[in-house]
């Protein structure tokens, strides 16, 4: 079992950065992967940004050039750096962690571009 704790949240104005942060109950390199996702209400859940336990990162392209994953696996996290945010980002952001079958999810942190 794991706890995922997102932070780093907020309102920001368009063109803005945010860091988000996904805190592990322990090791996260017994995970292939973590992610970051995010859903708007009446959408489903979608991937951001993906990093596996060898470093491998993929995006999604809508965010490709503006989002970095990264992870500190001495401090079991994972960060997510947001620049030049649009209101299309507007959304609750989820960290997760994977391996085999196995899926876990923070609670989401809501992050909100808006004038």
């Known amino acids: 079992q794991v706890q995922l704790v997102e932070s780093g949240g907020g309102l920001v104005q368009p063109g803005g950065s945010l860091r988000l942060s996904c805190a592990a109950s322990?090791?996260?390199?017994?995970?292939?992967?973590m992610g970051w996702y995010r859903q708007v209400p009446g959408k489903q859940r979608e991937l951001v940004a993906a990093?596996?336990?060898?470093?491998?990162?993929n995006y999604a392209d809508s965010v490709k050039g503006r989002f970095t994953i990264s992870r500190d696996n001495a401090k079991n996290t994972v960060y997510l750096q947001m620049n030049s945010l649009k209101p299309e980002d507007t959304a609750v952001y989820y960290c997760?962690?994977?391996?085999?079958?196995?899926?876990?999810w923070g609670q989401g942190t809501q992050v909100t571009v808006s004038s």
């Open positions: 322990g090791s996260i390199l017994r995970f292939n992967a």
């Open positions: 990093i596996t336990s060898g470093g491998s990162t």
């Open positions: 997760n962690a994977r391996t085999g079958s196995f899926s876990a």
